[in-house]
């Protein structure tokens, strides 16, 4: 059974910093491209940044310079350091994993999903 369990999220005022943490089981997660994704009220779920099994990392142009996608293969984690945080960045954080790649990162498992709220 693949579990993804996010961790991390929580309220900020604007311009600090979050770390979001997701350790993931059930899987062979140095096979496994790891994403972030958000979903803001009203709004779409939309890809933030994503790492590849080689090492490539893409970000959305929204969080570019801002946010930092690592994963840590030894401890089945994947993390995102969230700086200069901005209200609009207000949303649930999900995190995907999956091997798929056609066009695009196309994610087979989610996390149950983290709040991060930042005040203005």
């Known amino acids: 059974q693949v579990q993804l369990v996010e961790s991390g999220g929580g309220l900020v005022q604007a311009g600090g910093s979050l770390r979001l943490s997701c350790a993931a089981s059930?899987?062979?997660?140095?096979?496994?491209?790891m994403g972030w994704y958000r979903q803001a009220p009203g709004k779409q779920r939309e890809v933030v940044a994503v790492t590849t099994t080689g090492g490539r990392t893409n970000y959305a142009d929204s969080v570019k310079g801002r946010f930092t996608i690592s994963r840590d293969n030894a401890k089945n984690t994947v993390y995102l350091q969230m700086n200069s945080l901005k209200p609009e960045d207000t949303a649930v954080y999900y995190c995907?994993?999956?091997?798929?790649?056609?066009?695009?990162?196309?994610?087979?498992?989610w996390g149950q999903g983290t709040q991060v709220t930042v005040s203005s």
């Open positions: 995907a994993a999956g091997n798929t790649w056609v066009g695009a990162f196309r994610p087979a498992w």
């Open positions: 059930g899987i062979i997660f140095s096979s496994n491209h």
